[in-house]
């Protein structure tokens, strides 16, 4: 983890990432949405800590699911935009107990949500979209 002196662009939120993920994410969505399948895969990037404590920046995204020791997290893209225990369990199969942050995207909705998950337990956090990331 990064410790930085400077603050996070927007105050409060724990993840960040540009309009490349959001494309890469969107575009599979699209594609599992018209066989009303699932996806998964990997948020690659890099945890950083400021004075309000820790957040992460996602650089890319890879279904590669062999490549965790340079990820942060885990995205779905599914008929839902929750996590479930099942869910839950699969990260922590993949990165054990620390925090671990998860998008999760609704293919039917157009929606998507971002999680910190720790200890076993998904909590909803504020997260910003950043042009040119």
Request: glycine fraction near 10%.
């Amino acid at each position: 983890m990064t410790q930085t002196d400077s603050r996070r662009t927007v105050p409060g939120a724990e993840l960040f990432f540009g309009e490349s993920v959001a494309q890469y994410l969107a575009d599979l969505s699209d594609d599992v949405f018209s066989e009303e399948g699932y996806a998964e895969g990997l948020l690659l990037g890099r945890r950083y800590r400021d004075d309000l404590g820790q957040y992460v920046i996602i650089s890319g995204v890879t279904q590669d699911m062999t490549n965790v020791k340079d990820a942060v997290g885990w995205f779905k893209s599914s008929d839902s935009c929750e996590i479930n225990q099942q869910d839950i369990g699969r990260m922590v199969s993949l990165f054990g107990y620390i925090r671990i942050y998860a998008i999760a995207v609704d293919y039917a909705q157009g929606s998507m949500a971002m999680y910190a998950v720790e200890n076993g337990a998904a909590r909803k956090i504020p997260s910003a979209m950043v042009e040119n990331l």
